[in-house]
């Protein structure tokens, strides 16, 4: 089993916290109204999930997730200031204001994106895994993946040529018990997640207990190695999310079962808790103390710095803004003014 | 140089081989396309030539095979994904329309997505309701993917040559009933015959009225032009060839001329090519129309099994000629 450094460890930590301040600043935007747009859906709780497993993966490994994506970009090191201005819709966003909370990704980091169509990027990561096994590399596709996808065809479909193409893919479902408002076991009726890949014959790695950053680093490990090596594998990461399925979720107000739920994986579950007990009880509280205040104080000050970047920043607000980038500029395309849907580069 | 007579179906596969002749980036995947050859026969051979890596059968998962082209196509292969009818594409909607298309928009041009969807499209032969459509319009309604729709031969090849290259996604659709049809080609035409993107072509000219077509609905509007020269009205011919983009300056110089159109196609009446193009020939044209625009499609109805029926439901030359009539 592979055993994180210090050095990880701290990071892991540094990691963490920014996106806990990340997210915890976006859903008071998003209630202040400084951040508008229907969707909004937070990586608080699932830190731990993206940390320990992106760990495991080299620089030139791929990674594709869900909408559920602003951890999964920090993470990868993306700008915080690009990802809070894409946030606000503003010229200076990641993705130039065009695609909003959903659709952050990062050509130089490898990060293929964050998808809005559940399940829909699942047959994209296949298809990335395919370049990197027809030109002979051994670069693996990191695929994070709701439990409610997990229902719909394009799972069974993708997970399937994963497997008969042996495509170096590792399938992390991020289950966090529900699908928007559906419990786990009213969705699918096998419970056990990563179950379902292996019914395709998909090398399962089980469930792991995703609030413990080191526990996802170990199995992550064993599963990159053997993607790298042979082909698809399984991980099933249980989690949950502190602010509900997104922004505009109340059922955590109207429901006393699911409020007293979310209390108590708060109370004993807590990523951020959980790591920083490791990194105190193996490294000492006190070595540890400045440099962990450190991150905490650095994420602050990072996630402020956006804030005001991002609201400094214009909004994208020309029809060259609008129309460009429908269609990639060509000499192929035939040029007449009348053209209609030629499009603007 | 020598020229011979071409069936749609070889001059396809022509432009695929050399394409992967010339690319290692090209691949092909689909059902059927590998080992059983290609249900249309239009990757024969391939399989030995290419190998296993190059030319991929996939299971019966057109969701995956869809999305999976475009992923590929990001990371920078040059898929060309077949849809063993078009009728099945309905199940990748959502990877072609909302992935295939969108991708790049959303993330501001970070990615380019260059693959190629083909697909057999149409109906007849008694091959019954759910394999009966010719709904290019439908995919042609989503900016970001281009649409291309050949009517003969050597269309075929140069517009499937230049959508390959193209960095942009493309829907190829391939008329079943114009597969087997043979048409002039030259033996030589070198490695880089690219028909332009977008850009229709006058298959006859005429003074007398503008039919303006696509795939099988050309071949329609060339019979019924013929019916028409037999009592003296001269019809000009408008084959469009891409639905997107739509190269509507040709059909605008056709009418300028002419004054008068007939809208040919083998989909569906409501919300269709037809539709798009007489809106805009009105909005634009308004000035040199001398009558109204006719649109001759199927009957809006799903098509029945039984052989005469069908063909009452289909589009035919004498119902163009009929149409141009009433407005000549």
């Known amino acids: 089993m592979a055993e994180p450094t210090k050095d990880m460890l701290l990071e892991w930590y540094r990691q963490m916290v920014l996106i806990r301040e990340f997210e915890e600043t976006c859903h008071q935007l998003y209630e202040e109204k400084r951040i508008t747009g229907v969707y909004l859906h937070l990586y608080s709780g699932h830190e ?5 497993s992106m760990a495991a993966l080299r620089k030139s490994d791929h990674v594709i997730t869900a909408y559920r994506d602003h951890g ?14 894409e946030m606000m819709g503003k010229e200076t966003g990641s993705s130039g204001g065009k695609g909003g909370s959903m659709h952050l990704a990062s050509r130089q980091h490898n990060f293929w994106g964050g998808y809005a169509i559940v399940g829909g990027h699942l047959p994209l990561a296949a298809g990335i895994a395919l370049e990197a096994r027809y030109r002979g590399k051994d670069d693996v596709t990191m695929t994070y993946v ?26 992390i479902i991020e289950n966090n018990g529900y699908g928007m408002g559906t419990e786990v076991a009213r969705a699918s009726g096998q419970t056990e997640l990563h179950r379902k890949a292996e019914a395709y014959g998909i090398r399962s790695f089980g469930r792991v207990d995703a609030q413990n950053a080191l526990e996802v680093y170990a199995v992550a490990c064993q599963a990159v190695d053997y993607a790298r090596r042979h082909g698809p594998a399984v991980i099933e990461h249980i989690t949950y999310r502190y602010r509900g399925h997104g922004v505009s979720d109340k059922q955590y107000d109207a429901r006393a079962d699911m409020s007293a739920e979310l209390k108590e994986w708060r109370a004993s579950r807590e990523p951020i808790t959980i790591l920083r007990d490791s990194i105190e009880s193996r490294h000492g509280a006190e070595a540890v103390a400045e440099i962990l205040a450190r991150h905490e104080a650095d994420a602050r000050r990072i996630v402020a710095e956006s804030v005001a970047f991002a609201e400094a920043s214009a909004l994208p607000n020309s029809y060259q803004a609008l129309m460009r980038n429908t269609y990639v500029a060509s000499d192929l395309v035939h040029k007449t003014a009348q053209s209609v849907g030629a499009g603007i580069e | 140089m020598a020229t011979r007579n071409v069936a749609m179906r070889e001059a396809i596969r022509r432009a695929l081989r050399e394409e992967m002749q010339r690319d290692e980036a090209v691949f092909v995947m689909g059902e059927e396309v590998a080992h059983w050859q290609g249900t249309h026969r239009v990757t024969r051979g391939f399989l030995e030539e290419f190998g296993e890596r190059r030319v991929r059968d996939t299971p019966i998962s057109e969701m995956a095979i869809g999305g ?39 993330f501001d041009g970070m990615f380019k997505v260059p693959l190629v969807y083909r697909a057999a499209s149409g ?6 309701a759910s394999h009966s459509h010719a709904p290019e319009p439908i995919f042609a309604h989503f900016p970001g993917i281009y649409v291309g729709c050949p009517a003969n031969a050597l269309d075929a090849y140069g517009m499937l040559k230049a959508a390959i290259r193209d960095d942009n996604p493309v829907l190829f659709t391939e008329s079943i009933a114009l597969y087997p049809k043979p048409s002039p080609m030259p033996d030589d035409l070198g490695e880089d015959y690219l028909l332009p993107i977008g850009k229709g072509d006058i298959k ?27 009592d003296g009205v001269e019809a000009e011919v408008v084959d469009l060839r891409w639905l997107r983009p739509l190269d509507m300056a040709l059909v605008y110089q056709s009418f300028k001329k002419t004054n008068r159109c007939v809208i040919v196609e083998e989909s569906l009446p409501m919300y269709s090519f037809g539709s798009e193009i007489a809106a805009l020939l009105q909005e634009h044209m308004f000035d040199y129309m001398d009558a109204p625009i006719k649109r001759v499609a199927a009957e809006d109805v799903p098509l029945p099994y039984s052989k005469e029926i069908e063909l009452l439901a289909l589009p035919n030359a004498q119902k163009v000629a009929a149409a141009v009539k009433e407005i000549v």
């Open chain 1, 48 to 52: 731990a999930s993206g940390v320990g």
């Open chain 1, 72 to 85: 999964i970009a920090l993470i990868l090191g993306m700008d915080a200031n690009a990802v809070m201005a």
């Open chain 1, 146 to 171: 709701g439990d409610g996808a997990t229902n719909n065809g394009y799972f069974h479909e993708a997970l399937n040529m994963s497997a008969i193409w042996d495509l170096p893919v590792i399938w």
């Open chain 2, 68 to 106: 999976l082209a475009v992923g590929a196509a990001m990371a920078g292969l040059r898929p060309v994904a077949e849809f063993m009818t078009i009728n099945f594409a309905f199940l990748a909607l959502d990877a072609i329309a909302n992935h295939a298309a969108k991708v790049r928009y959303f």
């Open chain 2, 123 to 128: 109906w007849g032969n008694q091959a019954t």
């Open chain 2, 204 to 230: 006859r000219e005429g003074g007398d009225v503008t039919l303006v077509a696509y795939a099988r609905g050309v071949d329609w509007a060339l019979q019924a032009a013929r019916l028409l020269a037999r």
